[in-house]
């Protein structure tokens, strides 16, 4: 499992620890975990519709906190769930940069069972560090 519940951060909201090999994939396992939370079975999203897109950041926290709101937002708005498929993080010139494709498709009520309703990632405890060689992010849903 790349990522675990923690319980003494906040008693309204989930708060998770997620984890990843490299920075590309903590955000990948941030935005599955997203997901899996939202959702009662991830599987169940076909990736028909691909969304791409380019976020930057000079703070590495604010940048992963941008992409996980990119799922909320594309949710909300569009009703699109939507999968990590690539993810690229780099830095250049003291700015993160993270690139993008997401997959995924409308949201089908039939077929889609939601666990909760995720509102957005907070600031509350966000902290994304690299320990061991693993990165890792805590981040808390506002739901």
């Known amino acids: ?6 319980h003494d951060i906040t008693s309204a909201d989930i708060a998770v620890r997620i984890k990843g090999d490299t920075l590309a994939g903590l955000f990948v396992n941030a935005g599955n975990t997203l997901m899996s939370e939202l959702m009662d079975d991830i599987t169940m999203i ?5 969304v ?3 976020l930057r950041n000079d703070e590495l926290d604010m940048l992963y906190f941008e992409f996980l709101n990119e799922f909320i937002f594309y949710k909300d708005s569009q009703d699109l769930l939507l999968l990590p498929e690539t ?4 830095k250049k010139s003291g700015t993160n940069i993270c690139r993008y494709t997401l997959a995924g498709e409308q949201i089908d009520r ?10 957005a990632v907070t600031l509350h405890g966000l902290k994304v560090y690299e320990r061991n060689g693993n990165f890792i992010a805590v981040t808390v849903f506002d739901v």
Do not use: A, L
């Open 1 to 6: 499992m790349d990522y675990e519940i923690i």
């Open 46 to 50: 076909n990736r028909e519709v691909r």
């Open 52 to 54: 791409t897109g380019e």
């Open 87 to 90: 993810v690229e993080v780099t």
């Open 110 to 119: 039939e077929r889609h069972t939601f666990r909760v309703d995720i509102k």
